[in-house]
C-alpha cells in the first residue's frame, strides 16, 4: 500500500511542471530559426549538426528521465508573487529559469560550459527561452504555476497548467510547421520592439498576462470559449518567444 502511495506521489510530481507541450516549443523554435542571421545559422547548424532549433526544443524536457539532470527541474520556472518585483521575491538556493537563463547566455558567449558541452548548453537556452514565455511559467507561489488549479477542460479532467503547455496548442491540429507558418506574421514595430526587450522584460510581461490565464468559470468547466478567448494570447507569446531567441542567438553568433 505504501508502495503505491509513493509511486502515485511519485506521478504526480513527474506530471507536474511540464513546459509548453512539444508542439509550442517546436514552433517557437523554427520561428527562430527564421529570424536568424545568415552567420548566426550557419555557427548553429555546425553545432547543432544534423538537427535543427525546433528539433531539439524539446530536449530539456526528455533529460527529466535522468536523474543526473534532476538539479535542473527547478530551472523551467521562476516564481514572483502577485505585485511583487523579482527582488522583493528573491532568487531560490538551486536557481530558477532567469538564473540558468543568463548563466547559459554568458556560457555560450564565453565557450566555457559548466553543465555540458556547447550543443547541450544551447539546448536548454533555446528551451528556456520558450518556457518563460508561457505566463504561467513565472509563477504566483500559490499553485505550482497553475498545476493545482484543477479543471476539465473539453470534458476532461486536466489542470490550467496543462492546458496553457499544450491544450489549446494541440486543439489546433496543426503539425508544428504549419503552425509557424501560420503565426510568423509580426509587424516591423513590434519585431523591433520585442528583440529590443530583456530577460527581466520578458519575465514581467508573463507575470501580469497569467492574471489572463486564470479567468475561470465558477464550476472549471471550460472549452470553445476560453480557447476563443486566449488563442490570440498563445499566439502572441509563441511569436514573441520566437523573435527573442532569434535575436538572443544572433547576438551570440552574429
Ligand atoms: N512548479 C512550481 N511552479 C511552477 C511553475 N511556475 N511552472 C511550472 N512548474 C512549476
Ligand atoms: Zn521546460
Not at 91 to 120: C, M, N, S
Not at 125 to 148: A, M, R, S, T
Amino acid at each position: 500500500m505504501k508502495k503505491i502511495i509513493a509511486l502515485a506521489l511519485l506521478m504526480t510530481l513527474t506530471l507536474q511542471a511540464l513546459p509548453w507541450g512539444k508542439t509550442g516549443h517546436r514552433v517557437i523554435g523554427l520561428i527562430a530559426e527564421r529570424h536568424l542571421s545568415k552567420k548566426a545559422k550557419k555557427q548553429i547548424e555546425k553545432i547543432l549538426k544534423d538537427e535543427t532549433l525546433a528539433e531539439v526544443s524539446n530536449y530539456m524536457d526528455f533529460i527529466r528521465a535522468d536523474d543526473r539532470y534532476d538539479h535542473m527541474a527547478p530551472w523551467h520556472y521562476c516564481t514572483i508573487p502577485d505585485g511583487q518585483t523579482y527582488e522583493e521575491a528573491g532568487t531560490p538556493e538551486e536557481g530558477d529559469a532567469i538564473v540558468a537563463i543568463q548563466k547559459f547566455t554568458e556560457e555560450l558567449r564565453t565557450k566555457k560550459f559548466t553543465e555540458g558541452d556547447e550543443a547541450f548548453t544551447l539546448k536548454l537556452l533555446v528551451h528556456l527561452i520558450g518556457d518563460i514565455h508561457q505566463p504561467l511559467h513565472v509563477g504566483n507561489g500559490e499553485d505550482k504555476g497553475g498545476n493545482d488549479v484543477k479543471l476539465d477542460y473539453f470534458w476532461s479532467s486536466s489542470n490550467l497548467h496543462r492546458v496553457w503547455d499544450s491544450g489549446i496548442i494541440d486543439g489546433q491540429q496543426y503539425a508544428y510547421t504549419e503552425y509557424a507558418d501560420w503565426i510568423d506574421h509580426a509587424s516591423d514595430s513590434n519585431r523591433e520592439k520585442w528583440e529590443n526587450d530583456e530577460l527581466m522584460d520578458w519575465i514581467y510581461e508573463s507575470q501580469q498576462l497569467r492574471n489572463e490565464c486564470y479567468e475561470l468559470p465558477e464550476n472549471m468547466k471550460i472549452a470553445y470559449d476560453y480557447d476563443y478567448e486566449h488563442l490570440d494570447l498563445v499566439n502572441q507569446r509563441l511569436l514573441q518567444a520566437g523573435i527573442r531567441l532569434a535575436a538572443v542567438l544572433n547576438e551570440i553568433y552574429g
